[in-house]
């Protein structure tokens, strides 16, 4: 059975920077979409990010696009999103989610932004 694990999380200060990963095991992310969400105390889970595995084509949300890069290395089985000029907002669980055939979801990694 596969899974998804999330990692790179931690406390950061206004401004910096965090790279999470989100590393496949018991499947590879060939042919899976892959997605980043965001859930902050008390509000809904927010898309950040996708990319397509089809095209290799990528989009961001509004809150992120110009500040966060998703990419992929298929070598690795890992997928990772580059987090810069990070603002107190951006405090939240970070979720990546794959979907093709099956729909996976890691266990989240805590992203804490202050002073």
């Known amino acids: 059975q596969g899974h998804l694990v999330e990692s790179g999380g931690g406390l950061v200060q206004p401004g910096g920077s965090l790279r999470l990963a989100c590393a496949a095991s018991?499947?590879?992310?060939?042919?899976?979409?892959i997605g980043w969400f965001r859930q902050a105390p008390g509000k809904e889970r927010e898309p950040l990010s996708c990319?397509?595995?089809?095209?290799?084509?990528?989009n961001y949300a509004d809150s992120v696009r110009g500040r966060f890069i998703i990419s992929r290395d298929n070598a690795k089985n890992t997928v990772y999103l580059q987090m810069n000029s990070l603002k107190p907002e951006d405090t939240a669980v970070y979720y990546c989610?794959?979907?093709?055939?099956?729909?996976?979801w890691g266990q989240g990694t805590q992203v804490t932004v202050s002073s």
């Open positions: 989610n794959a979907n093709y055939l099956r729909d996976y």
């Open positions: 018991g499947f590879t992310l060939d042919y899976y979409d």
């Open positions: 990319t397509s595995f089809r095209d290799s084509s990528t």
